[in-house]
């Protein structure tokens, strides 16, 4: 069965768990019975009319499931499920000095290896 793995953030609606192995055979059927299991989760994955969240990313071995066959990917004993919140905020000043030293780092990078 899949393992869903469980973020940090979200492991106080888990009973703490950090995965929870769940029979199913599609990301649907998988999210579905996490839910089922424990239902604190529910709200934070999916909107009141039950689609999930644009924020909550789910990755199927590492592969965004978006970019597969979304819920309806086919999982098989020994895949995993990872649910990915995404994380947002502002912007400040040493945030957009940071990413702009980043960037020159990089494009320093680039210019010494290739």
């Known amino acids: 069965m899949p393992q869903i793995q469980i973020p940090s953030p979200l492991r106080q609606y888990s009973g703490k768990q950090a995965s929870v192995d769940i029979p199913a055979k599609t990301v649907g ?67 957009v000095r940071s990413e702009a030293k980043a960037r020159r780092i990089v494009i320093v990078g680039l210019a010494r290896h290739g």
Do not use: C, W
């Not at 059927?29 to 604190?40: F, I, N, Q």
């Not at 979304?70 to 912007?91: H, Q």
């Open 29 to 95: 059927e998988a999210l579905a019975g996490l839910v089922a299991r424990h239902p604190d989760l529910k709200r934070h994955l999916y909107t009141d009319d039950g689609k999930l969240r644009a924020f909550v990313n789910v990755y199927v071995n590492d592969e965004d499931m978006r970019y597969l066959q979304k819920e309806a990917t086919v999982v098989k004993d020994g895949d995993t499920i990872s649910i990915v919140p995404s994380i947002a905020g502002g912007r400040t000043g040493a945030t």
